[in-house]
């Protein structure tokens, strides 16, 4: 029988230290799982350095911006506006709709009247109340997105009236919160009239920036290649309005300055069933996946497009497999075309009227060239306007054959990454609680043995000894679990 001196010492303090092991560890636990709890809240809530911790606005899809003197759209790329602005009070019809898709072109833009008292009328009856020519241009605006195009909202002062500045800015407020969250917009233009005073733009881009942060507002000027031209400009870039004289040759002029100068353009529309003027249906890209491109077509109808492929406008690296689209109309090749392509691989099916392109791995400049056939059958339309096309199975080869054009690209944030202090003392709470769970079986197979060496000993004596030991080791603690320093390293982004 185990001497009940040696066992009354070693119960007391092994029951007191028992006892705090058994709070330690239990705290310890408790701790841990409110680390594991806490931690992963911490990690998702703790906004990126810099970040004020709002949610991300995303723009609507198929927004245009601008980015280092290029127009990118939603996906990034560089993008070339070509098309018509339409009167105020004018819809087009299905097939001014369909004749504008053959022609090539991508973008529109949507008159909207505005009274010197600062109101939006309805054209066609010149109703006043409420704003009716707001709802007048969101319809017609809707009817071209629904078909690719991109839309400008150009605000006209009606007749020959100049809205003053304030009355300007409350207007724009207005027009603002009307288009925030249309999807397919390149932004508000206003006519030179009304842009003469660079205080006065300022002002009235601000009126829209503080209702409308995702598209930009484009003020008329003369143009510096051209004086007598007009460019609708957010600098440092801008597309043509408009160029002197008239006719097919002051078409063909616009549209080759335009070329020269790296820039797209949108010109008065034609009388309602009138042709598109067969000088504006010319070959061009409609959007470039890469940077610092060159394009323009001669005059026996060749175009040459070059361009850098490793970077977008914004500057980042272009992913692979990024498609440049290319309009070619059916009025510009009538017998059909041929392509030469280097640095790159062709996309397209046969005969369509949208080249897509995609540079090759590695490649850092892709070289285009088509030119017409002496006979052939003229290029297909694609069913839709704009670089969106190359996506659609009438355009582009199968899949499995080669890769689909790229998701476009939206402007939500990244997830933030996480680099607060929690990350090195999870770490050591973690080995500190593993050391004390082994504290708990290192002690009890302790208890064991010194049992077991009190049972096997009959000599009287073996009490004391019992109790010596037991107080030697009850003085002994077992070692203290080692420290470590945790690094570390989060890349920069």
Same mark, same amino acid.
């Given at each position: 029988?185990?001497?009940?001196?040696?066992?009354?010492? !070693?119960?007391?303090?092994?029951?007191? #230290?028992? @006892?705090?092991?058994?709070?330690? &560890? *239990?705290? /310890? %636990?408790? $701790?841990? =799982?409110?680390?594991?709890?806490?931690?992963?809240?911490?990690l998702?809530?703790?906004?990126?350095?810099?970040?004020?911790?709002?949610?991300?606005?995303?723009?609507?899809?198929?927004?245009?911006?601008?980015?280092?003197?290029?127009?990118?759209?939603?996906?990034g790329?560089?993008?070339?506006?070509?098309?018509?602005?339409?009167?105020?009070?004018?819809?087009?019809t299905?097939?001014?709709?369909?004749?504008?898709?053959?022609?090539?072109?991508?973008?529109?833009?949507?008159?909207i009247?505005?009274?010197?008292?600062g109101?939006?009328p309805?054209?066609?009856?010149?109703?006043?109340?409420?704003?009716?020519?707001?709802?007048?241009?969101?319809?017609?605006?809707r009817?071209?997105?629904? !078909?690719?195009?991109?839309?400008?909202? #150009?605000v @006209?002062?009606?007749?020959?009236? &100049? *809205?003053? /500045? %304030?009355? $300007?800015? =409350?207007?724009?407020?207005?027009?603002?919160?009307?288009?925030?969250?249309?999807?397919?917009?390149?932004?508000?233009?206003?006519?030179h009239?009304?842009?003469?005073?660079?205080?006065?733009?300022?002002a009235?881009?601000?009126?829209?920036?503080?209702?409308?942060?995702?598209?930009?507002?484009?003020?008329?000027?003369?143009?510096?290649?051209?004086p007598?031209?007009?460019?609708?400009?957010?600098?440092?870039?801008?597309?043509?309005?408009?160029?002197?004289?008239?006719?097919?040759?002051?078409?063909?002029?616009?549209?080759?300055?335009?070329?020269?100068?790296?820039?797209?353009?949108?010109?008065?529309?034609?009388?309602?069933?009138?042709?598109?003027?067969?000088?504006?249906?010319?070959p061009?890209?409609?959007?470039?996946?890469?940077?610092? @491109?060159?394009f323009g077509?001669?005059a026996?109808?060749t175009?040459s $497009?070059?361009?850098?492929?490793?970077?977008?406008?914004?500057?980042?690296p272009?992913?692979?497999?990024?498609?440049?689209?290319?309009?070619?109309?059916?009025?510009?090749?009538?017998?059909?075309?041929?392509?030469?392509?280097?640095?790159?691989?062709?996309?397209?099916?046969?005969?369509?009227?949208l080249?897509?392109v995609?540079?090759?791995?590695?490649?850092?400049?892709v070289?285009?060239?088509?030119?017409?056939?002496?006979?052939?059958?003229?290029?297909?339309?694609?069913?839709?306007?704009?670089?969106?096309?190359c996506?659609?199975?009438?355009?582009?080869?199968?899949?499995?054959?080669a890769?689909?054009?790229?998701?476009?690209?939206?402007?939500?944030?990244?997830?933030?990454?996480?680099?607060?202090?929690?990350?090195?003392?999870?770490?050591?709470?973690?080995?500190?609680v593993?050391?004390?769970l082994?504290?708990?079986?290192?002690r009890?197979?302790?208890?064991?043995?010194?049992?077991?060496?009190?049972?096997r000993?009959?000599?009287?004596?073996?009490?004391?000894?019992?109790?010596d030991d037991t107080?030697?080791?009850?003085s002994?603690?077992?070692d203290?679990?080692?420290t470590?320093?945790?690094?570390?390293?989060?890349?920069?982004?």
């Amino acid at each position: 029988m185990e001497p009940v001196g040696a066992y009354s010492a !070693r119960s007391g303090q092994g029951g007191h #230290r028992g @006892a705090q092991l058994a709070i330690g &560890t *239990v705290l /310890a %636990a408790l $701790l841990t =799982a409110l680390g594991l709890v806490a931690g992963p809240a911490a990690l998702a809530a703790t906004p990126a350095t810099g970040s004020a911790g709002a949610p991300a606005v995303q723009a609507p899809a198929g927004t245009v911006t601008q980015t280092d003197g290029y127009l990118a759209d939603d996906a990034g790329r560089t993008f070339v506006p070509h098309g018509l602005t339409l009167p105020a009070g004018r819809t087009p019809t299905a097939a001014d709709l369909d004749a504008w898709v053959r022609a090539g072109f991508d973008a529109a833009g949507v008159t909207i009247p505005l009274t010197a008292a600062g109101q939006f009328p309805e054209p066609a009856t010149g109703a006043t109340a409420n704003d009716p020519g707001l709802a007048a241009a969101a319809g017609v605006a809707r009817m071209l997105t629904d !078909r690719g195009f991109v839309v400008v909202l #150009r605000v @006209a002062p009606v007749g020959a009236a &100049t *809205v003053g /500045a %304030a009355t $300007l800015q =409350a207007s724009l407020s207005r027009l603002a919160a009307a288009f925030r969250d249309t999807g397919g917009l390149i932004g508000y233009e206003l006519p030179h009239a009304q842009t003469k005073d660079v205080g006065a733009v300022r002002a009235a881009s601000e009126a829209i920036g503080a209702v409308d942060p995702f598209h930009r507002l484009w003020h008329e000027q003369p143009a510096g290649f051209q004086p007598a031209a007009t460019v609708a400009v957010n600098d440092p870039t801008g597309f043509l309005v408009a160029w002197p004289g008239s006719g097919d040759q002051a078409l063909a002029a616009l549209a080759a300055a335009a070329d020269a100068n790296t820039i797209g353009w949108l010109s008065p529309a034609p009388a309602t069933g009138a042709p598109v003027p067969a000088a504006l249906a010319r070959p061009y890209p409609v959007a470039i996946a890469g940077t610092r @491109a060159s394009f323009g077509v001669d005059a026996t109808g060749t175009l040459s $497009l070059r361009y850098a492929a490793a970077t977008l406008p914004d500057g980042r690296p272009t992913p692979a497999g990024w498609v440049t689209a290319v309009s070619l109309p059916a009025a510009a090749y009538p017998t059909g075309y041929t392509v030469e392509l280097t640095g790159a691989r062709l996309l397209s099916r046969p005969r369509s009227g949208l080249l897509c392109v995609a540079a090759e791995p590695g490649a850092a400049q892709v070289s285009l060239t088509v030119t017409r056939t002496a006979a052939g059958q003229p290029p297909a339309a694609a069913p839709y306007a704009g670089a969106r096309a190359c996506a659609d199975p009438a355009v582009t080869v199968p899949p499995s054959a080669a890769p689909a054009s790229p998701a476009p690209r939206t402007t939500a944030a990244a997830k933030p990454e996480y680099t607060g202090p929690l990350l090195w003392a999870l770490p050591l709470l973690g080995a500190a609680v593993m050391a004390l769970l082994l504290v708990v079986p290192f002690r009890m197979l302790r208890g064991l043995r010194i049992g077991t060496a009190g049972g096997r000993d009959s000599d009287p004596s073996a009490g004391e000894n019992a109790a010596d030991d037991t107080d030697r080791a009850s003085s002994e603690r077992p070692d203290e679990p080692p420290t470590g320093r945790h690094r570390h390293r989060a890349a920069a982004r």
